[in-house]
């Protein structure tokens, strides 16, 4: 296989990590996170600066970007997801240029608008494979378990959930740390398989684009997540020349699924053996 | 004392600006209950349209304001005739609506970006730029205009929500949406209305800010500004989203005169933050909780 196919492949990974939190957050959960870059960034420069500074190894510096990135989100949701309201979307939007700002400015420890070079290139695709195939484990296992049902709960009716006793901001906030130990997950391998970090990789056009990855696929289902991520992960690399209109017709997507279809492409349906197995019985009996 | 006065003076004019736009995202808010992320698209066309008209029509300052706020307007009916009356009529969730408006946001600020291009733009000049003196204080004499026309339009559109008859019944209809039907008013209506007034006011206090800084496709980045602003007054409330810009105008100025302009909008979110904690309902506003 050509090293671009594995590049591709890689990036796949990495952003399958970050749309996987978001599904949980955005989609069972019901939580809009607008500033998911923010977290990725916070993996990122952490990881960075402690392999190239420090001398920290690979393993403990991505470990090290996602217990930050959990810190953060404790900050900014201990505040706002007791509140009814919008508070949490425009907290977590504020919080992604909040870290723009501070890793432009503090220019002694993240190298400012120009970045940190020259990252040892650790991620590897079986690492990156192997990480994200974990993490899909992991995140199908809690949509499954009592937590999970817990936060479909929240989503569908939080004051019914409450009700029965489900402490609705524990569940929120979980959720919410699960979703930044991912995507500052992402944000470390980003960082060290790309090479290189600046601001400007982890702006809110990156927020948007793995946004756009949970609702295309379909909020309700992780197999939707996946396949709109490998998808809009590979076509925008295939298709090059187009890369001006993408972000156009991204946009345009997106009020298309809201309009029409807005369980996105594949509903809440999963790609189970059991699942496979009923769709495959029912087209015999028609 | 002087800096002290001048940079109040700054605060407020900058802060009338984040008002406008914070009014009309209260609008939308608190009439449909979602954050309305087009309202920068919206806001940012408005600008551009102010732009072009002074540039390409050689028109007058005030006729290119008019065709800004208008056009803002329209493009504020357009975007909800066409991304979330769909959704509304079928009382879907909240959600969706937030999903489309952030849609309907990327869609305008990258059609700008491959249509007209991404660069920073400058207004002409369209007023003096020679500073009043009173005494041995200089004012800004921009920072006095844009102050004067936010508030013009801001005590117009107090008159229209609060003096007039459809003023009653956008309230009536942010209230309660399902009852003001039952009386006989339009909620479509009603929010195409409220659609136009917050486009208006957004394009309005694009072209200000235009006029003080530039103008580029992602200005619409400011509508942040006016999202702190209406939580620090108060989620929905529309004295507080003006109240919470002008503290927020006043804050910033100062962080950036007296401690660091890098770090200027650090204080904004600080200021939201602690907002949060201390008085979750924001400064005029109350904090609303689920009924069964």
Redesign the interface.
């Known amino acids: 296989m050509s090293q671009y196919y594995v590049g591709i492949l890689i990036l796949i990974c990495i952003n399958l990590l970050a749309v996987l939190g978001l599904s949980l957050m955005?989609g069972f959960t019901?939580l809009?996170n607008?500033g998911q870059a923010g977290f990725l960034s916070v993996g990122a420069y952490t990881a960075a600066i402690l392999t190239t500074q420090y001398e920290v190894p690979f393993i403990p510096a991505l470990f090290a970007g996602m217990i930050v990135s959990v810190i953060a989100s404790f900050f900014i949701g201990y505040?706002?997801l007791?509140?009814?309201?919008?508070?949490f979307?425009?907290?977590t939007?504020?919080?992604s240029?909040?870290v723009r700002?501070?890793v432009?400015?503090l220019e002694k420890i993240t190298g400012g608008s120009r970045g940190i070079p020259r990252i040892q290139t650790y991620t590897s695709l079986p690492f990156a494979l192997g990480a994200s195939a974990i993490a899909l484990w992991l995140v199908a296992n809690y949509v499954r378990s009592r937590h999970g049902r817990s936060c479909v709960a929240i989503r569908e009716d939080?004051?019914a959930a409450e009700s029965i006793g489900i402490d609705s901001f524990r569940y929120k906030q979980i959720v919410f740390a699960i979703n930044a130990a991912l995507a500052g997950l992402s944000g470390g391998l980003l960082a060290h398989y790309v090479g290189f970090i600046q601001p400007s990789m982890f702006s809110?056009i990156k927020s948007?684009e793995l946004?756009v990855m949970v609702?295309f696929g379909g909020m309700h289902s992780l197999t939707g997540a996946d396949f709109s991520a490998i998808v809009l992960t590979s076509l925008p690399e295939l298709l090059r020349t187009a890369q001006?209109?993408r972000?156009?017709a991204?946009?345009?997507?997106?009020?298309l699924?809201?309009?029409?279809r807005?369980e996105g492409l594949m509903g809440s349906w999963e790609l189970t053996p059991a699942n496979v197995k009923a769709l495959f019985t029912k087209k015999r009996e028609e | 004392m002087n800096t002290i006065l001048q940079q109040v003076i700054n605060g407020v004019s900058i802060g009338s600006v984040y008002a406008l736009i914070a009014v009309g995202y209260s609008l939308v808010y608190s009439v449909l209950k979602f954050s309305n992320f087009a309202h920068a698209g919206v806001l940012m066309v408005g600008s551009y349209l102010g732009f072009f008209a002074l540039t390409l029509l050689n028109v007058p300052f005030w006729v290119a304001l008019f065709l800004a706020i208008v056009g803002a307007g329209i493009l504020g009916i357009v975007n909800e005739r066409l991304a979330y009356r769909p959704i509304r009529i079928r009382d879907a969730p909240l959600l969706y609506l937030m999903i489309s408006s952030l849609g309907a946001s990327i869609f305008l600020e990258n059609f700008i970006i491959v249509t007209i291009g991404p660069t920073f733009r400058t207004y002409p000049d369209v007023f003096p730029i020679a500073p009043f003196r009173v005494g041995d204080l200089s004012i800004g004499r921009l920072d006095i205009i844009i102050f004067v026309i936010a508030a013009i339009s801001m005590a117009l559109l107090t008159w229209i929500i609060y003096g007039t008859q459809m003023g009653n019944a956008i309230r009536a209809t942010s209230y309660n949406m399902r009852v003001a039907s039952l009386m006989g008013i339009n909620p479509d209506l009603v929010v195409a209305i409220v659609f136009f007034l917050a486009g208006a006011s957004g394009g309005l206090g694009g072209v200000l800010f235009g006029i003080k800084y530039t103008v580029w496709p992602g200005m619409g980045i400011l509508t942040l500004k006016a999202f702190i602003a209406a939580v620090v007054g108060g989620l929905g409330s529309l004295p507080g989203a003006v109240l919470g810009a002008m503290v927020l105008g006043v804050t910033e100025t100062f962080a950036a005169a007296f401690v660091s302009s890098a770090f200027r909008d650090l204080f904004s979110y600080a200021l939201m933050i602690i907002i949060i904690l201390v008085r979750p309902g924001g400064l005029m506003g109350t904090v609303t909780g689920d009924k069964a």
Do not use: H, Q, S
């Not at chain 1, 007791?82 to 508070?87: A, E, N, P, V």
């Open positions: 955005t019901g809009f607008f505040p706002t007791r509140l009814k309201g919008d508070y979307a425009i907290a939007l504020g919080f240029e909040v700002l501070l432009e400015n939080e004051l809110i948007t946004i609702i001006a209109w972000l156009v991204y946009g345009v997507l997106v009020v699924i809201m309009v029409a807005p």
